[in-house]
């Protein structure tokens, strides 16, 4: 409880271009070091591997430069995709602006800059059958975050169509056919 009041009112002093901010996911100091320590590592492993190839080449045979090489490149070029692949739709911040009456989220990029997505209510489809690390879609991209982070879960209900009513999808077309199926 104490954090949540410590981000809502750090996060009152972020307004910028007459955005109110709504939403700050606690995981994004955590997510924007971890992919810029993986992107500068993978950096500094591209620059150093010819050097590693040329002395590894002079002193041991080929199958353990070609082993060598595998692994230092699995490593240099598959963490940082699979690093974006888990983080890419964490939204580390949503704004609302009342003049627009939009929201807009704000996610990382493979290059740990920032990437902002704006929305409607009316752009958001909830998933019958959620994805992992996926909350809702809007305008095609998934994204995922934390409801209990949000300062006025007013929002959060909007976005997500709880101010609209119930479709329980009892009497859908496919299960009329069905059912006539199962009949005959």
Do not use: W
């Not at 050097?51 to 060598?68: E, K, R």
């Not at 699995?74 to 939009?102: C, R």
């Amino acid at each position: 409880m104490q954090t949540r009041n410590l981000l809502q009112d750090a996060s009152k002093h972020e307004i910028s271009d007459g955005r109110e901010r709504l939403y700050y996911g606690m995981l994004t100091p955590q997510i924007r070091a971890v992919k810029f320590f993986s992107l500068t590592t993978s950096a500094a492993s591209i620059l150093a591997q010819p050097f590693l190839i040329h002395t590894l080449y002079a002193n041991s045979n080929i199958a353990v430069v070609v082993a060598a090489a595998s692994f230092i490149g699995f490593f240099t070029f598959g963490t940082p995709f699979l690093l974006h692949f888990i983080t890419k739709k964490y939204v580390t911040h949503l704004d609302y602006d009342p003049a627009k009456k939009k929201y807009v989220a704000t996610t990382v990029n493979f290059f740990c800059m920032l990437k902002e997505t704006e929305f409607t209510p009316e752009d958001v489809k909830i998933p019958e059958i959620p994805g992992i690390f996926t909350t809702f879609v809007a305008k095609g991209k998934a994204m995922f975050l934390d409801p209990k982070m949000f300062q006025d879960p007013s929002h959060y209900a909007k976005i997500m169509g709880y101010d609209k009513p119930m479709d329980f999808k009892l009497f859908s077309e496919e299960a009329e056919e069905s059912r006539k199926d199962a009949k005959k």
